[in-house]
């Protein structure tokens, strides 16, 4: 399984990327989530990344909330089969 997407600008480029979860999701080689167990325990990295994941987690999370705002479509389940829906 290849876990990189491809972008066609002016050349190809493969460009690795990570789905962001939190604890509910497993850790894969994919999928990043917060450090475990007691954040009081955790050292300054551990703490440092869970910031940064949280902010960018708010980030991804507020953008589907203006595309959800937006297009009111994102806000329910697709009401027609996905081949008759293309």
Excluded at 25 to 37: H, L, N, Q, V
Excluded at 58 to 77: C, N, Q, T
């Amino acid at each position: 399984q290849h876990h990189s997407l491809t972008f066609w600008h002016t050349e190809h480029v493969r460009v690795p990327f990570m789905l962001l979860g939190d604890s509910a999701f497993a850790f894969t080689d994919y999928c990043i989530r917060p450090c475990g167990g007691d954040p009081e325990r955790h050292n300054q990295s551990q703490r440092k990344f869970d910031e940064r994941h949280s902010r960018v987690r708010r980030v991804v999370e507020r953008a589907f909330g203006i595309f959800s705002a937006r297009f009111g479509v994102l806000r329910k389940a697709m009401e027609l089969e996905p081949g008759i829906a293309s």
